[in-house]
């Protein structure tokens, strides 16, 4: 009930297109969905995060999409730049908790060809 | 401004020999804590979170141990590599029931068991 599941495992996306990143979580009790980007020998650093009382949130190019019925969410790169081509991973944790554990899925390495 | 350190850079370790990695976080009091170990090509692992001096929570049966001996400093230790030690290894703080910033990452350590 832990788990959160993400795909595709990697992605190849031409300059100018749309990246999706697909995350579906198990635990109902989640209620707080980041997302992080991860650039090579660096810490992953937050990207934008969204909680189940909206079903999207836009911030620039990325934005997120949640779907609380069916327990998934997902991230979209619009116009897609060489310069996002990075690992990104989305989590999902209780907001408010006293540990604010985050549970990481498995990432993403998007390569945005020029 | 918060900032978080974690060093080494780099390590490369012989099995059966011991481990310290330090991580030290300024500019803010009382941080939830964590260990985190990214495994090559794969996902963030969570290994030990603390929130408080001298309270660490296992999340899995390892090699490792952690501890807090300071407000702001979190060690990750082993007594005894294993070549399955080997991978980059990620501290992160966040303020307790608040993610309104997320997690915050050190740049982490590679460490290579040979």
């Known amino acids: 009930q832990q788990q959160v599941k993400q795909s595709p495992q990697s992605l190849i996306v031409q300059k100018g297109g749309i990246s999706i990143i697909n995350c579906a979580y198990e635990?109902?009790?989640?209620?707080?969905f980041p997302w992080y980007q991860q650039f090579p020998g660096k810490g992953p650093a937050l990207l934008i995060a969204?909680?189940?009382?909206?079903s999207e949130k836009k911030e620039g190019r990325f934005t997120i999409s949640f779907n609380k019925s069916a327990k998934q969410f997902s991230l979209h790169i619009m116009d897609s730049q060489p310069g996002d081509s990075a690992t990104y991973f989305c989590?999902?944790?209780?907001?408010?908790?006293?540990?604010?554990?985050?549970?990481f899925g498995t990432g993403t390495l998007l390569a945005v060809q020029p | 401004s918060q900032t978080i350190h974690q060093w080494p850079a780099t390590l490369v370790q012989p099995v059966g020999s011991p481990l310290s990695l330090e991580c030290t976080v300024e500019?803010?009091?009382?941080?939830?804590l964590y260990w985190y170990r990214q495994a090559a090509g794969r996902g963030l692992q969570l290994l030990f979170y603390?929130?408080?001096?001298?309270?660490i929570s296992s999340e899995v049966p390892q090699n490792l141990s952690a501890s807090r001996p300071q407000d702001r400093q979190f060690i990750l230790s082993s007594k005894k590599l294993l070549l399955s030690d080997s991978g980059f290894y990620l501290c992160?703080?966040?303020?307790?029931?608040?993610?309104?910033?997320?997690?915050?990452f050190g740049s982490g350590t590679r460490l290579t068991v040979v």
């Open positions: 992160a703080w966040s303020s307790p029931g608040d993610l309104n910033y997320g997690y915050t």
């Open positions: 635990n109902t009790a989640f209620d707080y």
């Open positions: 969204i909680r189940p009382d909206v």
């Open positions: 989590a999902a944790s209780r907001y408010g908790g006293a540990t604010n554990k985050l549970i």
């Open positions: 500019g803010t009091s009382n941080p939830n």
């Open positions: 603390s929130v408080g001096i001298g309270q």
